[in-house]
Structures are given as C-alpha cells and as structure tokens.
C-alpha cells in the first residue's frame, strides 16, 4: 500500500530536516524520499519557473516509488502554482496521501535560516524573493505546521499518522 507525504512551506522552514528524520525511522528501501531541491538545483540545475522539466521529474520519481508501494516522501517549497497540479495527479495515485505544509512568518524562517547549516548558501534578501507566506493546496487538508511545533513533534506526527494507515 502507497502512502504519499507531502510536505511543504518556505524556504528554510524545516522542510528536509523534518523529511530526513522521518525517512531515518523507516527500514532502509522502505521510504523514498524526493527533495524538490536536488531535483531541481542539483540534477537539472533549472529555476524555479513553471513548465520546467523539474516538475516532470519529480513526479515521475515519486511515481516510480508509489507504484512501489514506498512511503514517499516528496518536500519542498512546492509553490502551489507551479506544482499544485503534479501535488494532486500524485495525491490521487496514491493509496493513502498525508499533506503537512509549514506555515511560518518571514522572520521566523530567517531566523531558522540564520541558525541552519545552509545559512551562507543564500542570503534573507534572496529569500525574501521566494517567500509566499500560507499558500494551501485547493484539493487537499493539509495539516498546518507552525512556529509553536518543535522540530521532534513535527517528525513524530508525521510518522504516527504514516503507520496509522499502514
């Protein structure tokens, strides 16, 4: 049985640490992760810009995991114009499908950057240009993460309500 987990928000808001440790709690082979940075940045090297073969990718990456019956994992900033349509083809090939999406302030998610191992990757200004605030999805209920969370709450959510449905 397929479990899709999407998770979502701005720039430095926890995505890929949150996936990371969720991915850790699985048998190894058991849960694909697909990052929509290293899709996108490392093995394209494409903007973030509609229509770019990215967004195929990521899909058909994902896709190749749920006919799999994995747990996958797909995270990102995922802007809801640009991959909402990708977000809902694989929400319905999925036999189960979780959606959690961060919703932090701009300074929040400064201040996380600031904290971060990628903090010299990329400058608040830079991020400015990215951040879209609440953006939800219009065909799913997406659990909303905000700032009261700490970072091992989040992670055990996700993973409780992963194995609720295996």
């Not at 300074?107 to 609440?134: C, I, K, N, S």
Request: one cysteine or more; aromatic letters at 8%.
């Amino acid at each position: 049985m397929s479990v899709l987990v999407v998770i979502r928000g701005n720039s430095s808001s926890g995505k890929s640490t949150t996936a990371l440790a969720v991915q850790g709690r699985f048998a190894r082979g058991a849960c694909l992760l697909v990052p929509q940075d290293v899709v996108r940045r490392q093995l394209l090297r494409e903007p973030d810009v509609a229509g770019m073969a990215n967004i195929e990718l990521l899909e058909q990456i994902a896709g190749f995991g749920l006919a799999r019956d994995l747990v996958v994992i797909v995270e990102g900033i995922l802007n809801v114009d640009r991959y909402g349509a990708t977000l809902e083809r694989l929400t319905a090939a999925a036999d189960h499908a979780l959606h959690y999406s961060f919703d932090l302030t701009f300074e929040e998610t400064v201040a996380r950057h600031l904290d971060g191992t990628r903090r010299t990757e990329f400058t608040p200004e830079q991020m400015a240009g990215w951040y879209h605030g609440w953006q939800p999805l219009p065909f799913a209920a997406e659990t909303r993460i905000d700032a009261s969370w700490s970072a091992e709450a989040v992670v055990e959510r996700i993973h409780r309500d992963i194995l609720a449905l295996r």
